[in-house]
């Protein structure tokens, strides 16, 4: 969800409907740690705050942001879940593995969701440093993660 605000959490209430009879899968990348617990809380929170009941919400853990897109797919191809939120976080490095990893994780993620018809949602920090991955979890810019859930939500009621 784009914003023409600085802060991620500032964003419209338009079609944030009832939700709390919706299921929520969160798969949360464990590479990054301290910034993907920290997006995890943001979206868990959200989801809470927006009357989704706390059984409705089920994590899972893959061990690194490439493994979201299958993570994905297996919580998208639950009949139960209605929405899947994909949390992580890439750092560029001096290679271009950086590059090679977030388009890959940005396909998968959009293929899982044409696939199974239900919003999956790319919470994926893609920094240029720790510093702006903290700031875009939970710091100065906001919660990527409160972001990723409202999306989910708006998207659910589509």
Known sequence: MSSAHQTLGVFSNRNLGEVD???????????NEEVTERLYNGALSTLLNEGVR???VVRKEVPGSFELSLGAQYMAQWKEIDAVICLGCVIRGETPHFEYICQAIAYGLTEVGL?????????????????QAMDRAGGKFGNKGSEAAITAIKMLNF
């Open 21 to 31: 009879d919706k299921r929520f899968a969160i798969v949360v990348a464990e590479w």
């Open 54 to 56: 706390e059984t409705n």
């Open 115 to 131: 696939k199974y018809n239900k919003p999956v949602v790319f919470g994926v920090l893609t920094t240029d440093s720790h510093e």
